[in-house]
């Protein structure tokens, strides 16, 4: 029942957003319906922790670890995100039917995003996927401006081709499993079905699958609309967009690891590892030439998502493990990462590292809130990134992949030099001229105090259920 | 024996005979469409008998190549007109003497001969119009070799004759995606090798436009009624070659009688005009290409040639 | 069961094949922007057709429906959103300087084409299903020259047509393929693309407001440097 509650809640919010009650209601209404979705999420997950599948209006709607981490994050990082737009965007001089426009989109967002690991259809949950960068497209281009514009275009475009090349993929695997003779068309079916497709079939369908959301993901070489795109939306948008809508992608390509892995004789890991090895590499190189803070982050998402995948390739369930706690911390991380981004750009009116000095001494707050942001998304303990990414290099050490895990880390250690250098230069040093401070709303204040609790807090402990859960969705990672 | 020699010479007749009415047709249905009367489906005969009993009048300057021009491109379409099915389905007496290449290649001597003859003379106009003509000729030649590579793969063999027996008499390979793909792009290229709009305009007047016409610009009398006719008996062979080899052989004949044979001609005659309704709703529909906008057309026709062999090589 | 049992619907499913990849290379090709929407339209005509002829092949129900959903969504209700949303002036367009020039395009197009070929035939060698050898080579080669348009043009409406080109070409392999899915399935994808124009329309309405051009492939201000 909370199952279809989690959808029906943000699509009421979106409705009422529109009414004509003003600008205030709307944003309020959103933060209620995403506290609402966030108490939800964690209650799904108890069910889920309890009773190892969750399903709902008649196997429509279905829930099992991997999902459930997924839902629970989404729900956090919306919440948070809802009160940070109260102050970012509410604050704003703009047109009330623009806010009002603002938060509708950004309930059927966060319903796009809750829906994708809920849906047990595939083909459904297709749609759910497209819907995300649909619902998304005019928050990318919020801030009317040409680059916002051009981003929101290439956006749009460059992610909806590759959900179409999937789909073909989607396709050939429905066709694999009529052959096979089993019927639906959801993801326990296509794993029982598996083994006995043609591999020549299951082959091109994973490879459509992978580069198809692959680009959704962001990983290189299809990651060309992800900078832009998570650079010129607005910070509250750029979390969701960071921290969790890349992440509902990668689910579904974590999702067919298993799928593709029960078919004799066809190996997905090389793919997985080799994909994720040059993401890493490439965002890294990039790390070290970006001259805007936020596309700094935006390629630190691109990063991530490699060691992702590469972590899932490796195998294993030290690997996996590590792949979910990777998960979490990101989500966690990199949206703090862009509410202190959103605070820096209020403080300093500017999104280029350069024009950007000695913030500690105009705005100390931003400058805490990025420095420990980017000490968080480098990896630097005692936060999460840290230790999900030591699991991951001990597991692949341990099974025996040595060149992979010495260019993994290789390149994160390049990757956390480049961040800190840039987020030092910005953060301390002289600034050039004395920029007039503009005082932070008080809910940004408060969002980035709230982010920050399980930021610190997961690094340093995890509590036992959430290990549970995150042993569980290791488990339905490795199939 | 003797029939074969016969129906061959009848064929050949066919054609120098009847060249001028598709060529009167296809002018008063496109005056018809533009609202207009038109002159008489007869009157290119009226004008190559006027021009032959005309004075001729040569330059001085010119070569034996612009006396000698109007008898080549004449004789190239006939050469051309005993190699093809035109009337039969079965090879006639001369059928082996050249295959499709052999018969590109003499049409092609026959244009040659005449753009060299435009140079020949003093006409500034001559000259630029042979030059267009050539760039639009080996921007057509690809297109001819890939369509007929195509059907030659596919018959086992280049002669028109059998080409048209294994590749279009089966009614099932009408339709496949390779075979239309091969009639668009000839019909493109027929649209090019004749001056026909979108590639040039058969009715302008205005010399520094011309690209076909003005190979003929300089003579007069006999050699202008030659140059016409042989104008007319290209396009007709061309016709014929893409109606009886490429799409259909509807009409031709299968026996030996002479009647079939002679029933042949008018149901010929239909599946021209069935081509000749065609290609007036193409001129009428579109507009003049710009010159350069030419090599976008022919490089068109190109890659749907080449598409359409690649699709039948890999069996689609 | 081969195509062998249904000679005419597999005669006419192929010259419909071969149409439909003709209008492919005219939307990469055309240089006008309402010649390639014309296009585009013909391409949806053509894959109704193909629907339509593998539905009486193959006696399923499912089939029509998706060509009855794709002349809806394709044929008349994209033109009309688009005719809502980007306005008239934007039709007049012609694309007069392209990234690479229409001979060189249509050349690659041909590479692309052989890729599509040597794509599908394993997948055919592997499982024989009627119609499949007509509709999955053509459909794919139809979704790479979707993506080429995308890659090659620079105004937003011709980008537009090749993306949902390329929608179009995964269908035409799909119907052969998996003739059963599940009417929710189409249906979904069926609103997905209009909903697809109507995101794309609105936003080439708002770049075409604050930028006064919908050359979308001019727009290069985001880059490293």
């Known amino acids: ?479 | 024996m003797l029939e074969r020699i016969v129906y061959n010479l009848l064929q050949v007749f066919v054609v120098v005979a009847f060249a001028p009415l598709v060529e009167g047709v296809t002018s008063r249905l496109k005056e018809i469409i533009q609202s207009k009367r038109g002159p008489s489906i007869f009157q290119p005969y009226r004008d190559i008998w006027k021009l032959l009993h005309k004075d001729e009048i040569v330059s001085e300057q010119s070569s034996w190549i612009f006396r000698a021009a109007p008898y080549v491109a004449f004789t190239a379409p006939v050469f051309v007109a005993l190699l093809i099915p035109v009337l039969t389905r079965y090879p006639l007496f001369f059928a082996f003497m050249g295959d499709m290449l052999g018969g590109g290649f003499v049409l092609a001597l026959g244009g040659f001969f005449a753009a060299l003859a435009a140079v020949d003379t003093a006409n500034p106009y001559g000259p630029m119009g042979a030059s267009r003509t050539r760039m639009v000729g080996f921007l057509a030649e690809p297109v001819f070799i890939i369509v007929f590579l195509t059907v030659s793969f596919v018959a086992g063999s280049t002669i028109p004759y059998i080409v048209q027996t294994r590749w279009v008499t089966p009614i099932a390979n009408f339709f496949e995606p390779s075979h239309v793909l091969l009639m668009i792009a000839f019909l493109m290229l027929i649209l090019a090798e004749d001056g026909r709009i979108p590639v040039d305009s058969p009715s302008g007047q205005f010399e520094l436009a011309m690209i076909e016409r003005s190979k003929s610009l300089e003579y007069s009398g006999r050699g202008a009624a030659l140059m016409k006719w042989a104008g007319a008996m290209k396009l007709f062979v061309l016709i014929i070659i893409f109606l009886n080899v490429l799409v259909t052989p509807w009409g031709l004949a299968e026996g030996m009688g002479l009647g079939e044979v002679l029933l042949a001609i008018p149901l010929v005659l239909l599946k021209v005009l069935g081509f000749v309704l065609v290609l007036v709703y193409i001129e009428s529909s579109l507009a003049k290409l710009r010159l350069f906008r030419i090599t976008e057309f022919l490089g068109a026709a190109f890659v749907i040639s080449v598409v359409a062999m690649i699709t039948r090589l890999s069996g689609v | 069961m081969t195509s062998a049992s249904f000679p005419v619907i597999s005669a006419l499913d192929a010259l419909t094949g071969a149409l439909f990849l003709l209008t492919a290379l005219g939307v990469v090709a055309t240089r006008q922007v309402l010649a390639s929407l014309q296009l585009f339209i013909l391409q949806s005509l053509l894959l109704a057709l193909s629907a339509v002829l593998l539905g009486i092949g193959l006696g399923s129900p499912h089939l029509l429906a998706v060509a009855a959903i794709t002349i809806a969504t394709k044929t008349l209700m994209i033109p009309w959103l688009l005719r809502h949303t980007v306005s008239a002036e934007v039709y007049r367009t012609r694309e007069i300087e392209r990234v690479l020039n229409i001979p060189s395009s249509l050349l690659i197009s041909a590479v692309l084409i052989m890729v599509a070929y040597a794509v599908a035939n394993p997948l055919l060698n592997a499982v024989d299903v009627p119609f499949a050898h007509v509709n999955l080579p053509l459909g794919i080669a139809a979704m790479f020259l979707g993506a080429f348009t995308i890659a090659v043009r620079r105004e937003a409406v011709p980008q537009l047509l090749g993306l949902l080109a390329v929608e179009n070409g995964v269908f035409f392999a799909g119907i052969a393929i998996v003739p059963n899915l599940p009417v929710i399935a189409e249906l979904a994808a069926a609103v997905d693309v209009p909903v697809i124009t109507l995101v794309i329309g609105l936003l080439t309405r708002q770049i075409h407001r604050r930028l006064g051009t919908t050359s979308v492939g001019r727009l290069a201000a985001l880059r490293e440097e």
């Open chain 1, 1 to 479: 029942m909370e199952l279809a509650a989690i959808l029906a809640v943000p699509a009421l919010a979106s409705g009422l957003s529109l009414s004509p009650l003003g600008r205030r209601f709307a944003a309020l209404i959103t933060l209620v319906a995403a506290a609402i979705v966030l108490g939800l999420a964690a209650s799904v997950a108890i069910g889920v922790m309890r009773s190892g599948r969750l399903d709902a209006l008649d196997q429509w709607l279905t829930c099992d670890a991997l999902g459930a981490l997924i839902l629970l994050l989404v729900a956090f990082v919306g919440f948070t995100a809802a009160i940070f737009s109260w102050g970012y965007i509410g604050g704003r001089a703009e047109q009330q039917a623009k806010i009002q426009r603002y938060y509708c989109l950004y309930n059927l967002f966060l319903l796009s995003m809750l829906a994708v690991p809920l849906l047990a259809n595939v083909a459904l949950m297709w749609i759910a996927v497209e819907l995300t960068t649909l619902l998304s497209a005019f928050l990318v281009g919020f801030e009317d401006t040409a680059e916002a514009l051009e981003a929101a275009w290439k956006y749009v475009v460059l992610t909806t081709l590759g959900a179409v090349l999937a789909l073909l993929g989607f396709l050939i695997l429905y066709w694999g499993s009529r052959v096979a003779g089993l019927e639906p068309f959801t993801w326990v079916g296509l794993a029982e079905a598996a083994p006995h497709m043609p591999p020549a079939l299951l082959w091109p369908a994973f490879l459509l699958i992978l580069v198809g959301f692959g680009t959704k993901v962001g990983l290189v070489p299809m990651h060309t609309w992800l900078p832009d795109a998570h650079s010129q939306a607005p910070a509250s948008i750029c979390a969701l967009l960071s921290g969790v809508e890349t992440t509902t992608a990668l689910y579904v390509i974590l999702r067919l690891f298993p799928v593709v892995g029960s078919a004799p004789g066809l190996d997905a890991r090389p793919w997985f590892i080799g994909f994720g090895l040059v993401s890493v590499g490439i965002a890294t190189l990039l790390l070290i030439y970006v001259r805007d803070f936020k596309r700094m982050f935006a390629f630190s998402t691109v990063e991530h998502m490699g060691i992702i995948l590469v972590a899932a390739g490796l195998g294993g369930a030290e690997a996996h493990i590590g792949a979910a706690y990777q998960i979490t911390g990101h989500a966690i991380a990199k949206s703090f990462c862009f509410f202190a981004a959103g605070m820096t750009v209020m403080a300093a009116g500017t999104q280029e590292i350069a024009a950007v000095r000695g913030l500690i001494r105009s705005s100390p707050l931003s400058a805490l809130a990025l420095v420990a942001g980017g000490f968080a998304i480098a990896g630097a303990p005692p936060f999460a990134i840290f230790v999900s990414e030591l699991v991951i290099l001990k597991a692949g050490l341990t099974s025996g992949q040595y060149l992979a895990i010495a260019l993994l880390a290789f390149f994160v250690v390049v990757a956390f030099c480049a961040v800190m250098f840039h987020v030092n230069r910005m953060a301390f040093g002289v600034p050039e001229r004395d920029t007039p401070v503009k005082a932070a709303p008080l809910s940004c204040k408060v969002t980035l105090a709230l982010a920050a609790i399980p930021l610190i807090a997961i690094g340093l402990y995890v509590p036992g259920p959430l290990q549970e859960l995150l042993n569980a969705a290791a488990s339905a990672m490795g199939g």
